[in-house]
C-alpha cells in the first residue's frame, strides 16, 4: 500500500504506466485485536486539522493515548530533524508514548509507509512521512497499487 505523500512512488507509477490503477481510499481503517475498528477519515477541516475530529472519536485509544501522540506530532511537525542514530522506536519511548499509542498508532501508519519496524526507521524519515501526510488532504489518502 501507498499513501498520497508517496510523492516519488507515484511518479515511478506514472513513469511505468500504472498510476491510473491505483485503487485510492479516503478512510484507513485501525483493527483491534478483538476485531473493534476505528476509521481514521477526513472532515470539512482544512490540512492539517482534517482528520483531527476522527482521532478525536476513535475508541482503540484512551485520552492519554491522543495526547502523547498529539504531543509526538507537533514535536516531528514543525522542522525536519536531523538523523542522529536514534530509531524512532527509541524516540517514541524519549517522547513518552504510550504502549497502546506505539502499537495501535504508530506502527500501523509507519510500519505500512516505510516498510520497516520502528526500531529500525530513523527520526528524519518517521517525521517525513508526517508532516507530509499532513499536507493536504489528499496527502492522507491510502492507496493498493496494480499487482500485474
Known amino acids: 500500500m501507498l499513501f498520497g505523500c508517496c510523492t516519488n512512488l507515484l511518479e515511478f507509477y ?45 475508541p482503540f485509544l484512551d485520552a492519554s493515548d491522543k495526547l502523547a501522540i498529539s504531543r509526538a506530532m507537533a514535536a ?16 517514541l519511548h524519549r517522547h513518552n508514548q504510550t504502549h497502546n499509542a506505539i502499537e495501535r498508532f504508530w506502527k500501523p501508519v509507519l510500519v505500512s509507509a ?17 508532516r507530509e501526510s499532513m499536507k493536504s488532504k489528499k496527502a492522507r489518502e491510502m492507496g493498493i497499487p496494480p499487482f500485474r
Do not use: C
Request: aromatic content about 12%.
Open 76 to 91: 516531528l511537525i514543525p522542522a525536519p530533524a536531523r538523523d542522529t542514530g536514534e530509531s524512532f522506536l527509541d524516540w
Open 14 to 58: 506514472r513513469r511505468i504506466g500504472v498510476e491510473k490503477n491505483i485503487r485510492w481510499y479516503e478512510t484507513m481503517t485501525f483493527v483491534e485485536p478483538g476485531g473493534r475498528s476505528s476509521v481514521l477519515e477526513r472532515s470539512f477541516l482544512p490540512a492539517p486539522l482534517h482528520t483531527t475530529l476522527s482521532f478525536l472519536s476513535f
Open 114 to 130: 516505510l516498510s520497516e519496524d520502528l526500531e529500525l526507521v530513523s527520526v528524519a524519515y518517521a517525521g517525513q512521512v508526517v
